[in-house]
C-alpha cells in the first residue's frame, strides 16, 4: 500500500502527513498527553486543507494516509480511529475523508479476505470496530457486516471435513468482537447477545475438530500450545464476565474529547460483499498459540500477571502480532514498539509468547524463521528492556517439554537458539546443559541431549569448533561435532593421495588427462572404484574452503558425469554418499551444502538422495538408528524437498509467462509461442510428477525404516513413566512420525491431487499400526482446504 | 509500513556505492535494482566461508559466497560478495541481516550492483581495504591497529586520511575511491591477542 504522488509539493504535503499521523502518540509520555497530540494532529489535519488550497488531492492524502496508519499500525488503531472522528466533526471535507477510509478500509478487509490473510484482515475490521466506537461508523452497519461474515463462515462448513476458510472467518470475527463491543452495545442488545451466542456455537463446533487439525498442524510441545478457538471462546466468556469491557484496549474517547465525538456522523458505508472464495493457500494464521503461563510467574511481574485475565492476554498478544507481521523492514523498530505499547499493562510475557506463536507456526510461520530470530535478539537488546527475564523462563519451559514437539518445530527451536546465542557472544548457563553430555543422557533424557547436541552444532557453525570447545564445560565436549582428523582413515588414503595431486596443486590435470591416469591407478574398467576415488579426493582437497568445491566441480564435472554414466546413477548416488557420509560427523553442515549443490548440478538426483538416507541396507538396527537420530540428515531431507517446491513453483511461472506471451503473440509469433506454451506445460507436468514420487518414496521409506525398527519392540509408552524424565517413544520414532507428517501438510496441494496414493500406499504394503495411525488423519488435513503456501 | 518510518527517517549514513563502477548513475541504479548480490561489510579477517554461508543461506538458496582477499596476502579482509538466486531472498537478508552479529561483530549489507573478477580484492594501499588504511583505533577482529596506527604511514604513502577513521560499523565504500596501486610497504600491525592470531594460522591451515 504506496502513497503515490507527483513531485515537489504533492511530495511534501504526503510527507508532511504520513510522518505526523505515524508519529502521534510515540512519545505519549513526552511533553504532551496522547489527548493533547490527538486533538493536535486532528486540528493541524483540517487547518493545512486550506494552507494546500483545499483542495481535493490534499483530502486523498489524508485519506490514504489514514488509511496506511489505521491498518499497518494497529496498535495505534485506537487513536487513529479518534482522529478520524475528530476530522469528521470539523469540516465537511472531513467528515468526507472519514467516510472514504473507512469504506476504503471495508475494501481492504474484503480483498485480505480473498487473500486468505487473516492478520490483514483482523486489522482493517478492528479499525473498523474503532470508527464505530467513536461514532463515525453506524453500530447497524458493523452488526450487518459481522452477520454477513458470520454467515459466510456457517454456510462454509460441510460435515466431516475441515474447513479453513470457515475457521479463519469465525477466528477473524470473534478476535474483532472485543474491540467492536462497546459501539456495538450502543444499539440493539437482544441482537448484539444472539450474534454473540451464536459465534460461541460455531467456536464451540471448532472446537470438536481440534483433534483433526492437530494430527498435522500442532507445534505440540505438551501443554505449552493451546488451540486458538479455544483461547477464543476463554477470552470471549472473561469479556462478557466484565460487561463487555477491558483495560487492555487504552480509550482516548472518554475524557475531554468524547463530547466532541459523541455528535459524530454515525454513517452506514456501503454494505460489504463476502467473497465466496478465500485463497486460504495462503492462510498462515497461527492455529496454535503457545501459552507459557503453565507456571507459575514469578518476581515483579507477577502482579501484573495476575492482573491479566484471558481477554487481555490475547488482546496483547494479538497486537504483538500485528506488529510482527508488519515490521519486516524494520525488525529494530518492531521490538521497540512491542516493548512501549499504549497499553498499560506489561506486555513482556504476552510479546515473548506471540514471538514464539509465531516462530512455531505449521506448516510455515508468516515471515521467515531469521525474522523471528532478528526480533527476540533487538527485544533483548533495547534499553532497559526486561524482556530477556521472560524469554529465560521461556526456554526453560521449553527445554523441559522438549520430548512433545513436533520434530519440525524442534529444528526450529535449536536453530533460534543457536542464533540469538550467537548474538550475545554464547552467554548461556552452559553447566545447566551438563548432564546431557553423559553417558546416561541417550537413555534418560535422550531430547534434551539432542536439542543440546543441535545447538552445539548450530552454534559452531556460526562460530568455530575451537571458541565453542573453550566456552561449553567439558562434559558438554563429547557433543560437540568432531574434528576431521578424528575421524576413521579410509583403507584407499594412498590411492586418495595420489588422486589429490592430479586433481590440485599446480600440476593439476585436465578431464581427459585425469580420466586416463586414473583408469592407470584404479584399473581399466574399475568405474565405481574410480568415482569413489576421485570424489574422496575432491572432499579432501576442498576442505579448508568451501568455494573450492564450486571450482573443483565445474573443472571436474564432464569426467564425474561420465563416471556416473558408466557406473549407473543409483549406484554413483551411494557411492558419492558413502564418502559423504564419512565425513558427515564433523562436517555436517558442509555434506549438506554440498549435496544441495550436486542436486543443483544435476550431478545427484534428490529422489536417489532421499532412498539412500532412507535406506536400510547393510546398516545395523544401531547404525540405523543413529542415523535417524542425526538431525542434519533431516534438515537434508527438508532442504531437498523445499527444493523440489521450488523447481515446482518456477516451472509453473514459467508456464504462466509462456501463457501470457501466447496471449499476446502476433500472428507471426503464433507458433512459436503455442509450442513454448505446450513445452512449459509439459515442464509443469513433468515437476509435478517428479514431486509425487519424491513425497511417496519418501513416505515408503519412511515406513520402510518405521516397520524395520519396530521390529520386537515393546509398544512403547508415550507419557513419561515415573521416575523416566523425558518422554518415552524413541527419538527415531518421533523423527519418522514427525517428517512423515511434515512431508505431507508441506505438499497438501500434491498429495490432495494424487489422493489415492494414499489407499494405495496402506494397502500395498506392511504398514505398521503406529505409521498408518499417523498418516490417516493426514488425509484428512490433505482434503480440507488448507493448502500448502507455496503451490 | 515501511514507507512510514522510511519516509521521514532516512537512514544515516551513505550506503554502500562501489566507487570503480564504470557506467552511469541510470545504469548503476538499473544494476541494482535488478542485482541479487550483496556486499557484506565490517566482517573480522577470521570470519571463514562457511560462517558466512551459515548466517546467509537462512535467507535463501545463495548461489555464492565471494570473500574480499587481500590483494596481497590473498588472505581474508573483511568484505564479501553474496549472491543469491532470488532477488526476495537477498532483500529479506538487507532487511534483517543488518544488525546481526556474525563472528560477534555487527555485519553491514547493502546491494551490489553485481560481483565482476577483480572485485574481491581489497583497494587499500596495503592490499586490504582502505578503511584498515585510514583506521588509526585498535580492532582484533581486523588485525589489530590500522595502518593509520603506524606513525608515519600515511605521510610516507601520500595517504589522504578521508571519513572517520575507526569505525567499525560505518558503511563506506571499503574498496575507496581509484587510485593506483601501491605495494605493501609497511607490516600489517599483528599484535592482535594471542587466540585471535593462533585462529587464523589455523584457519588458512584449513583444519576446520
Known amino acids: ?791 | 509500513m515501511a514507507s512510514l518510518y522510511e519516509e521521514f527517517k532516512p537512514s544515516r549514513g551513505g550506503k554502500y556505492v562501489d566507487r570503480r563502477f564504470r557506467g552511469s548513475p541510470e545504469e548503476r541504479a538499473a544494476k541494482l535494482a535488478a542485482s541479487t548480490t550483496l556486499y557484506v561489510g565490517n566482517l573480522a579477517f577470521y570470519t571463514s566461508e562457511d560462517q558466512l554461508w551459515t548466517a546467509f543461506s537462512r535467507f535463501g538458496e545463495v548461489k555464492r559466497v565471494i570473500m574480499g582477499l587481500d590483494r596481497n596476502l590473498k588472505t581474508p579482509c573483511g568484505f564479501c560478495f553474496v549472491e543469491y538466486y532470488r532477488r526476495e531472498d537477498a532483500q529479506n537478508a538487507i532487511w534483517i541481516i543488518n544488525g546481526v552479529k556474525v563472528d560477534d561483530r555487527l555485519i553491514r549489507a547493502d546491494w551490489d550492483v553485481g560481483f565482476e573478477p577483480g572485485r574481491q580484492y581489497g583497494r587499500g594501499r596495503s592490499g586490504g581495504q582502505v578503511r584498515d588504511d585510514v583506521r588509526s583505533t585498535y580492532d582484533a577482529g581486523r588485525g589489530g591497529y590500522g595502518k593509520a596506527a603506524v606513525e608515519g604511514y600515511g605521510a610516507r604513502n601520500g595517504m589522504q586520511l578521508w571519513g572517520p577513521a575507526g569505525e567499525p560499523d560505518a558503511m563506506r565504500d571499503d574498496e575507496g575511491p581509484g587510485r593506483k596501486r601501491g605495494r605493501e610497504e609497511e607490516p600489517m600491525v599483528t599484535d592482535a591477542p594471542e587466540d585471535i592470531q593462533k585462529r587464523r594460522i589455523f584457519r588458512r591451515g584449513g583444519n576446520r
Not at chain 1, 494479538?318 to 515490521?327: H, S
Open chain 1, 1 to 791: 500500500m504506496e502513497i503515490s504522488g507527483g513531485r515537489g509539493d504533492d511530495d511534501r504535503m504526503r510527507l508532511e502527513v504520513t510522518s505526523m499521523l505515524a508519529r502521534v502518540g510515540d512519545d505519549a509520555e513526552g511533553r504532551s498527553s496522547v489527548e493533547e497530540q490527538l486533538e493536535y494532529v486532528s486540528g493541524r489535519l483540517v487547518d493545512d486543507a486550506s494552507r494546500y488550497g483545499g483542495t481535493a488531492q490534499y483530502w486523498e492524502v489524508v485519506r490514504r494516509a489514514l488509511i496506511l496508519c489505521g491498518n499497518d499500525l494497529a496498535h495505534k488503531v485506537g487513536m487513529y480511529s479518534t482522529v478520524v472522528a475528530l476530522i469528521a466533526g470539523a469540516s465537511e471535507e472531513g467528515k468526507m475523508t472519514a467516510e472514504r477510509v473507512a469504506n476504503g478500509t471495508s475494501g481492504l478487509m474484503v480483498t485480505a479476505i480473498r487473500d486468505g490473510q487473516l492478520n490483514k484482515a483482523l486489522q482493517a475490521l478492528k479499525f473498523l470496530c474503532e470508527l464505530c466506537n467513536v461514532w463515525v461508523v453506524s453500530w447497524e452497519w458493523l452488526m450487518e457486516t459481522l452477520r454477513s461474515l458470520l454467515e459466510a463462515a456457517v454456510a462454509d462448513r460441510r460435515p466431516f471435513q475441515l474447513h479453513a476458510r470457515s475457521q479463519m472467518l469465525v477466528d477473524l470475527i470473534a478476535s474483532a468482537l472485543p474491540w467492536g463491543a462497546r459501539g456495538l452495545k450502543r444499539g440493539d442488545t437482544d441482537e448484539f447477545d444472539s450474534f454473540v451466542a451464536e459465534l460461541l456455537g460455531c467456536l464451540d463446533q471448532q472446537l470438536e475438530d481440534e483433534s483433526a487439525w492437530s494430527s498435522g498442524l500442532l507445534p505440540s510441545g505438551g501443554t505449552l500450545f493451546a488451540f486458538r478457538p479455544r483461547i477464543l471462546r476463554a477470552a470471549l466468556d472473561d469479556l462478557a464476565a466484565r460487561g463487555w469491557n477491558s483495560g487492555a484496549m487504552p480509550r482516548w474517547d472518554d475524557g475531554s474529547l468524547s463530547s466532541r465525538l459523541e455528535s459524530g456522523p454515525e454513517l452506514t458505508l456501503r454494505t460489504v460483499q463476502i467473497p465466496s472464495h478465500s485463497k486460504v493457500s495462503r492462510y498462515s494464521a497461527p492455529s496454535y498459540v503457545c501459552t507459557l503461563s503453565t507456571e507459575k510467574p514469578e518476581g515483579s511481574g507477577e502482579n501484573d500477571r495476575k492482573r491479566k485475565g484471558p481477554i487481555e492476554q490475547l488482546l496483547l498478544r494479538d497486537t504483538a502480532t500485528n506488529i510482527l507481521d508488519n515490521f519486516l523492514q524494520k525488525h529494530l523498530e518492531g521490538a521497540i514498539k512491542m516493548l512501549s505499547l499504549p497499553i498499560p499493562m506489561d506486555a513482556n510475557q504476552e510479546v515473548v509468547e506471540a514471538t514464539f506463536t509465531e516462530m512455531c507456526a505449521l506448516p510455515s510461520a508468516y515471515q521467515g524463521q531469521v525474522f523471528y530470530g532478528a526480533i527476540f535478539m533487538d527485544l533483548c537488546r533495547v534499553p532497559n528492556s526486561r524482556l530477556s527475564i521472560r524469554l529465560l523462563k521461556a526456554v526453560q519451559l521449553v527445554y523441559d517439554k522438549l520430548g512433545y514437539f513436533d520434530p519440525e518445530v524442534f529444528d526450529r527451536l535449536s536453530d533460534w537458539l543457536a542464533f540469538h546465542l550467537s548474538n550475545f557472544s554464547y552467554n548461556w548457563n552452559w553447566a545447566t546443559w551438563a548432564a546431557c553430555g553423559t553417558a546416561q543422557a541417550r537413555d534418560r533424557i535422550p531430547y534434551k541431549r539432542i536439542f543440546c547436541r543441535d545447538v552445539l552444532d548450530h552454534v559452531c557453525r556460526l562460530s568455530y569448533r575451537d571458541k565453542i570447545i573453550g566456552i561449553v564445560p567439558d562434559k558438554l565436549h563429547s557433543l560437540i561435532p568432531p574434528e576431521v582428523e578424528s575421524l576413521p582413515a579410509r583403507s584407499t588414503d594412498e590411492d586418495e593421495l595420489k588422486v589429490m595431486e592430479l586433481i590440485s596443486g599446480s600440476d593439476r590435470k585436465a578431464p581427459p588427462e585425469l580420466k586416463a591416469r586414473l583408469m592407470g591407478i584404479y584399473g581399466d574398467d574399475q568405474y565405481e572404484q574410480i568415482l569413489r576415488g576421485l570424489f574422496a579426493a575432491i572432499l579432501r582437497a576442498v576442505q579448508a574452503i568451501l568455494s573450492h568445491f564450486d571450482a573443483m566441480m565445474e573443472r571436474y564435472i564432464s569426467v564425474v558425469n561420465e563416471l556416473i554414466a558408466l557406473t549407473g546413477p543409483e549406484k554413483a548416488t551411494r557411492v558419492i554418499m558413502d564418502e559423504l557420509w564419512r565425513l558427515w560427523p564433523a562436517l555436517p553442515l558442509r555434506c549438506v551444502t554440498y549435496v544441495d549443490k550436486l542436486c543443483t548440478y544435476q550431478v545427484l538426483n534428490p529422489l536417489d538422495v532421499i532412498n539412500y538416507l532412507l535406506s536400510i541396507d547393510g546398516l545395523s538396527k544401531e547404525e540405523l538408528i543413529d542415523k535417524m537420530e542425526t538431525s542434519s540428515v533431516w534438515e537434508l531431507m527438508r532442504l531437498l524437498i523445499s527444493r523440489q517446491k521450488s523447481r515446482v513453483q518456477s516451472a509453473k511461472t514459467e508456464a504462466s509467462n509462456a501463457a501470457r506471451f501466447a496471449a499476446s503473440a502476433t500472428e507471426a509469433e503464433a507458433d512459436m509461442a503455442s509450442e513454448k506454451l505446450e513445452e512449459a506445460k509439459l515442464g509443469v507436468e513433468t515437476v509435478l510428477e517428479a514431486t509425487r514420487k519424491m513425497i511417496w518414496n519418501t513416505v515408503g521409506g519412511l515406513n520402510v525404516v518405521h516397520t524395520t525398527l519396530s521390529e520386537g519392540v515393546e509398544d512403547s509408552m508415550e507419557e513419561a513413566e515415573n521416575g523416566a524424565e523425558e518422554k518415552k517413544i524413541p527419538v527415531w520414532e518421533w523423527r519418522v512420525l514427525g517428517f512423515c507428517k511434515e512431508v505431507i501438510r508441506k505438499n497438501t496441494s500434491v498429495v490432495e491431487a494424487n489422493i489415492g496414493d494414499f489407499d494405495e500406499f496402506l494397502q500395498s504394503g506392511p504398514v505398521d499400526v503406529k505409521f498408518r495411525e499417523t498418516i490417516q488423519p493426514l488425509k484428512t488435513l490433505a482434503l480440507s482446504d488448507l493448502t500448502d503456501p507455496v503451490m
